[in-house]
């Protein structure tokens, strides 16, 4: 069954993804190890993870009309993903350019989201009679941020679950805290927002009780190898990394939590098992290159939670 439906407002864009042993210092060429050329976003990605795992998902975003706005069409159609595009082909589908750390699998990130940094209030407007019948929201901050707010207060005011994950890092208007049902930031925009340092999972709960402070309903505040926190005003509950083998890319694993986190909320899990159950999804896209491509089926979610891992 593929629970209450879900809306994802985000951006596409189309992953340059470059592996080399390190970075180029300003004004130095060096050469890869490979390059590889995908379909990304945070929205787009969440929206794939949520669809790959069975979900009833719609993505609102811009695209131009070029080869990357036929990339995404074609993912989302794989994915079983509906889109509620708005075509703007005075502009351009977005790109990214991603290095990728070859000894670590870490990864830093420059976006350019073209037609989606147009995203307006209007757009949101005119799409929500289908945020109004989600039973999820979720949306970041890679479109402009007048238009995340607008959704986060349509889907509350329509007594949706609102989730906020607020990537890429960035100050929020006092506002829109009190419009999250869940928040879901890394240590880093955990930090960006807060002003508290992430290294440890007490750090988290610090952090996250300043988040609850200002209105947000529940946080999630993913660590990397060190698993997750979900804390809200009643609960703190740490919940271990799943590991599904070797890690070869963490560039997807923040947008397979949160597709993950969305589809088990979309189902009725308690918060808990809905963590669990993204914890997984995340697990495994990380042993995968790439960041949609890396999105895991739910047979193999189920599979790897049945064995405990």
């Known amino acids: 069954m593929p629970g209450k439906p879900i809306v994802i407002l985000g951006v596409f864009v189309a992953d340059t993804a470059y592996r080399a042993a390190r970075q180029p210092r300003m004004g130095e060429t060096i050469l890869g190890n490979s390059f590889v050329l995908g379909p990304g976003g945070k929205g787009s990605n969440q929206s794939v993870a949520a669809g790959r795992l069975g979900g009833d998902v ?15 069409r074609s993912t989302w159609a794989g994915a079983g993903v509906k889109s509620a595009v708005t075509e703007t082909p005075e502009s351009y589908t977005g790109a990214a350019y991603i290095f990728i750390e070859e000894a670590t699998g870490n990864n830093a990130i420059i976006i350019s989201p073209g037609a989606a940094a147009l995203i307006s209030v209007e757009d949101i407007e005119a799409n929500a009679a289908l945020i109004r019948s989600a039973g999820v929201f979720i949306t970041q901050l890679e479109q402009p941020m007048p238009a995340a707010q607008r959704a986060l207060e349509i889907a509350r005011q329509a007594g949706v679950t609102t989730i906020l994950n607020p990537a890429p890092a960035a100050q929020l208007p006092d506002a ?18 807060t002003g508290i340092k992430v290294s440890t999972v007490d750090d988290a709960r610090r952090a996250a009780d300043a988040l609850l402070a200002r209105g947000v309903g529940g946080v999630i505040v993913t660590l990397g190898e060190k698993g997750a926190l979900l804390h809200t005003a009643t609960r703190s509950e740490h919940v271990g990394p799943v590991k599904a083998g070797p890690v070869v890319e963490t560039t997807g694993a923040g947008d397979a939590f949160n597709g993950g986190f969305a589809v088990g909320l979309s189902r009725g899990l308690d918060p808990l098992d809905a963590v669990r159950f993204a914890s997984a999804v995340a697990g495994i896209s990380v042993t995968r290159p790439g960041t949609a491509p890396s999105m895991p089926s739910l047979a193999e979610v189920e599979a790897i939670l049945a064995q405990g891992r």
């Open 176 to 193: 829109i805290f009190s419009l999250c049902d869940w928040m879901t930031p890394n240590e880093t925009e955990a930090e960006e927002l």
């Open 58 to 72: 719609t993505i609102i975003t811009r695209l131009g009309r070029d080869a990357f706005a036929e990339m995404a």
